[in-house]
């Protein structure tokens, strides 16, 4: 399986946008691509300025938005919950074999977690376990500013210690001129964290070629190349 898997520091710090970036990035150089988000939650909430993450996922990968995500739920709660709210609990196995099969071998795969490594997507399966199982080089994205530093290292700390190959930390978004304490964090997270740092600027809509551009700027072509995985367990 050739692709990466995109989790985050917590919610809300810029995996989907992330995500589609790359999507649309490789998509423009003609590579096949496919996304998967394993779980998508929230739907009920009022629409912003983007579209839910499935279908900002299926905009930047040619896809239909129901092929993104197979289970979507309408609260805002971590995916365990809402299964259980809507009286679907969500089957691990069947997370695992959906997230497997999804891709062909001839396409790069970007799968997106939601929330954090440790967020429950069942009873018994974490987001990190997902990630186990379809061991591709992990991207981690992380606000750049106050407070990053200890969420993007205990993010490293979760990963390494199941083996996880980490292939960057991706600050985002990273605005035009940097502040004292964004570049601090930058040499920081880089530094303690003995970690490839990335930054991706702001994008300010969910135009493809918009999300294609600041896409392109990434390394990802060394990403996909970074596969190597030794499993362990905590």
């Known amino acids: 399986m050739r692709g990466l898997f995109v989790t985050g520091t917590g919610t809300g710090v810029g995996k989907t946008i992330l995500s589609a970036a790359l999507l649309a990035a490789m998509r423009a150089t003609g590579e ?24 900002l996922l299926a ?20 995916p365990h919950l809402a299964g259980l709210l809507a009286d679907q609990p969500i089957d691990a ?12 071998a001839s396409e790069t795969l970007i799968v997106e977690g939601i929330g954090g490594l440790l967020v429950p997507l069942a ?17 981690i994205a992380a606000p750049p500013g106050l407070g990053t530093i200890n969420h993007t290292l205990l ?39 003995a970690v490839d740092i990335a930054t991706l600027e702001e994008i300010s809509s ?20 970074r596969t190597s995985f030794v499993p362990t367990r905590p």
């Open 32 to 55: 096949p691509v496919r996304a998967h988000k394993p779980v998508v939650t929230g739907l009920a909430e009022p629409p912003g300025t983007w579209p839910p993450d499935h279908e």
């Open 206 to 225: 969910a135009d493809t070629p918009a999300l294609a551009g600041a896409g392109g700027r990434l390394p990802w072509r060394d990403w996909l190349s």
């Open 93 to 104: 196995a069947g997370v695992l074999k959906r997230a497997k099969t999804c891709a062909s």
């Open 59 to 78: 905009l930047a990968a040619g896809m239909a938005a129901e092929e993104v995500a197979p289970l979507r739920f309408q609260p805002p709660v971590s």
């Open 123 to 139: 009873h018994d399966l974490t987001v990190r376990d997902l990630a186990v199982e379809l061991a591709l080089p992990l991207l």
């Open 155 to 193: 993010t490293l700390e979760a990963a390494r210690v199941v083996g996880l190959r980490v292939a960057a930390v991706v600050l985002t978004p990273w605005p035009t001129e940097p502040s004292p304490v964004e570049l601090s964090n930058q040499e920081t997270i880089a530094r303690m964290g």
